[in-house]
């Protein structure tokens, strides 16, 4: 099949790309133009008729591909229109007439790409990533990535483990020859450097997960707090719906924001109390369920009534910062228990240090989405096959030492196959729909 979609935004704009790829996509451009084909790769003005009625479509430029030199490694066009959305669908409808033309599927053409050995896993995913990416931090991790500086360091680990292998097989092969002492010392050492590496690249506080997805902050506290009213401020517009009735938010309202490039969701959850409405209790279940799984929680109080007792004292163990809203009611200093944490005296009515909360917020971003090139996780399936990898690895060295070279074969091939399914060095069929289904149509 050939396939076709529209690969710029939707929407009317000044220039539209529909991109086609396939065997008959020459075919496509001798039907639209009623000429031969341009030269490869270079930019070529033509009028585009309707197939049947040679009707004018539109007047745009076509670039030939010709493959394997092109993004997908097959024959593709690009066909440059006007980006008027009758233009757009006029276009589309003439393509769908020509037998065996399709719509291609969400992320098809990098899929394609893919699977032709144009790119690697690893920067197929990336190329998601980057159209994706709403910060600054989340572009540069994506380019990052992009680069193939991660691909290359799990490239070369998995070769070093596919040499320990070819040792290991060595002595299946031939029983009857003793691998030398310090043959079995080398596989030892190189297997557990492979393994530390592993373990280090684990150790890096999921920080590529947090800039992909965003850095998570919850804001919780008890009822009529302010909790909305603070969301709604940092937002900069109305998100929530703030009054004096307490239980007003029953569900997790999220927004997303952008903080000096920081990829941030902040979340406003219910006002926790005890409650013996059902729709409120769920709320409050979701509120807590939110808090223990964000990277840092607002814990937002009302400066005239703090209670340290049960769930707030639990809310503030870790990756928390206290805030005493409505100060602007309270007169005299605050209870000592307060200064010893880490908190900020605001008052949203008054719009009082506010500014000391965003930058206590911003310090707690900066410390811990920290870059460099050591972070080589940015999806949870990276760090699920390196876990693998690491239990195959465990298992060898100690199948090893007690000289069980044929189980121990299997666990080292198991190992490199999990740091394969990362690149995609491997048959990776069965999570190719999972990745690409989150692509745009025409990408």
């Not at 760090?383 to 000289?403: I, P, S, T, Y």
Request: charged fraction near 30%; charge should be neutral; hydrophobic fraction near 40%.
């Amino acid at each position: 099949m050939t396939i076709y979609a529209l690969s710029t935004g939707p929407g009317v704009s000044g220039v539209a790309i529909v991109r086609i790829s396939g065997l008959k996509a020459s075919k496509a451009i001798k039907l639209l133009t009623k000429k031969d084909l341009p030269t490869p790769r270079i930019a070529t003005l033509r009028k585009i008729y309707n197939i049947n009625t040679s009707e004018l479509i539109d007047e745009g430029i076509i670039i030939w591909f010709p493959g394997p030199e092109s993004y997908t490694g097959e024959d593709m066009v690009e066909v440059h229109v006007h980006g008027g959305k009758a233009i757009v669908l006029a276009l589309q409808n003439e393509l769908s007439k020509i037998e065996n033309f399709r719509l291609a599927e969400p992320g098809e053409f990098t899929k394609i790409a893919l699977q032709n050995g144009k790119i690697n896993l690893l920067k197929a995913e990336s190329i998601g990533d980057l159209i994706s990416a709403e910060t600054e931090m989340q572009r540069l991790q994506a380019v990052k990535i992009m680069e193939g500086k991660s691909a290359e360091k799990f490239n070369d680990l998995r070769e070093k483990l596919l040499k320990i292998l070819s040792f290991v097989e060595a002595k299946i092969d031939f029983p009857e020859e003793d691998l030398p002492d310090e043959n079995i010392k080398q596989i030892k050492k190189d297997t557990t450097e492979v393994l530390n590496k592993i373990e280090k690249i684990l150790d890096d506080q999921k920080i590529g997960e947090i800039i992909r997805e965003g850095f998570k902050i919850a804001i919780v506290g008890p009822t009529n707090a302010g909790k909305s009213s603070l969301l709604n401020n940092l937002s900069n517009r109305d998100v929530a719906i703030v009054s004096e009735i307490a239980g007003t938010t029953r569900d997790v309202i999220e927004t997303h924001l952008n903080m000096d490039g920081y990829p941030v969701i902040i979340s406003d959850t219910a006002g926790i109390r005890n409650s013996k409405d059902e729709i409120e209790k769920k709320g409050i279940k979701l509120s807590l369920d939110r808090a223990e799984k964000a990277d840092l929680k607002l814990v937002v109080v009302d400066a005239k009534s703090i209670d340290f007792r049960g769930f707030l004292n639990d809310l503030l163990k870790d990756n928390a910062i206290l805030v005493i809203n409505k100060s602007d009611l309270i007169n005299g200093e605050l209870d000592p228990e307060v200064n010893k944490l880490d908190h900020v005296l605001i008052s949203l009515k008054e719009n009082i240090n506010l500014d000391k909360l965003i930058l206590k917020i911003k310090n707690k971003l900066k410390t811990k989405l920290i870059m460099n090139d050591d972070i080589l996780i940015t999806r949870e399936r990276h760090r699920q096959h390196l876990v693998h990898c690491l239990g195959n690895l465990k298992n060898f060295l100690e199948k090893n030492d007690k000289k069980d070279f044929d189980k121990a074969a299997e666990d080292l091939r198991l190992a490199t196959r999990n740091l394969g399914m990362i690149v995609g060095k491997v048959d990776v069929e069965e999570i190719l729909g999972s990745i690409f289904n989150d692509f745009c149509i025409g990408k």
